[in-house]
């Protein structure tokens, strides 16, 4: 009885090593043989290191950004500002209402400014009154001459080292941020040719040869989930997420500079309250004694007052956003 029950083994076993080829190939379990899962791994991890290649090549990196009407996709890169012209918003403010009826009001108060004069002897009077003011002030002109010359060539180095500051720039096209749905779409408008500001970059051209659905993908740090903000800063001082509040930061001031919203740049410009709760989460963020000194900063700035702050920035965002399928 022995001796049959081996056979049976060995034919069990060695059955495998000479497959049919109209059949799939089994294993030790008698199921279909499973894909080796470091297989995939790795190459998951080759396509991901080539995709960053790309963008690491041509200084261009995509961005995914969530906003309380959806998760689209973008791209951002960092250029030297005298290399860059800034996004064109005059057709994006002439659409905005408030703005319009902003810019009337100031120029109603400009007019009511203008000195108008009827009687000839006052209008004199006034002339010979200015007359004198020039006079008084053209002697302090020659003393501040010099000291002009020295705070106009301060100014010119200043404005040459803030040339040569990179500054963000989106994929964004007359002041609107262009966000898409799926890399598929993202990818469609690149390979289009359509007008857009990233387009003035040098890399442009040889991105739109290259890039692939595929390569829209995205690193950890470049995901901002703008949505859940003003959820998390409601939720009190104890669920503040640091992470999520600090890069909600960071992308907003790119996005505000890029798209040349100013309200928000003040908003999240150094001394405001935000300001202030971004500097006390990256210090309780990095531990130690001023980590501590952190947190108890972050006590003293109100919840309410944070996410409302918050609320708006967001909502600015969101009113600049052209949403493509």
Request: glycine share 6%.
């Amino acid at each position: 009885m022995g001796s049959p029950t081996h056979t049976e083994v060995t034919v069990a076993r060695q059955s495998p090593q000479r497959p049919d080829a109209d059949e799939p190939e089994l294993d030790d379990t008698t199921g279909p043989a499973e894909p080796d899962a470091t297989d995939e791994s790795e190459a998951t991890t080759a396509d991901s290191g080539a995709s960053r290649a790309l963008w690491e090549e041509l200084r261009i990196d995509p961005v995914e950004i969530a906003l309380p009407a959806g998760t689209g996709y973008t791209l951002r890169a960092y250029r030297p500002a005298n290399e860059l012209t800034p996004t064109d918003v005059a057709e994006r403010d002439a659409d905005d209402p408030f703005l319009a009826r902003r810019q009337v009001v100031e120029a109603e108060e400009e007019d009511d400014e203008d000195v108008v004069i009827l009687d000839e002897e006052v209008a004199r009077e006034f002339a010979e009154s200015e007359d004198e003011e020039k006079r008084a002030k053209a002697g302090d002109t020659d003393a501040k001459d010099s000291g002009e010359d020295d705070k106009e060539d301060s100014d010119a180095k200043a404005t040459d080292e803030a040339g040569d500051e990179e500054v963000p720039i989106f994929l964004s096209h007359r002041g609107r941020l262009l966000l898409f749905k799926t890399p598929e779409s993202l990818v469609s408008f690149v390979r289009s040719g359509a007008p857009n500001d990233l387009s003035q970059l040098d890399s442009w051209n040889e991105l739109s040869e290259r890039v692939e659905p595929a390569d829209i993908a995205p690193r950890d740090e470049d995901i901002y989930e703008l949505d859940l903000v003003v959820e998390n800063l409601r939720g009190g001082h104890d669920t503040w997420d640091p992470t999520l509040l600090i890069e909600a930061g960071e992308v907003a001031r790119d996005l505000s500079y890029a798209l040349r919203l100013p309200a928000v740049l003040d908003m999240l410009s150094a001394g405001s309250s935000l300001d202030d709760l971004d500097e006390a989460l990256r210090a309780s963020a990095n531990g130690g004694i001023g980590g501590f000194l952190g947190r108890r900063r972050l006590k003293k700035i109100g919840a309410q007052t944070a996410s409302l702050g918050w609320r708006t920035i967001v909502g600015k965002i969101s009113a600049v956003v052209d949403w493509r399928d």
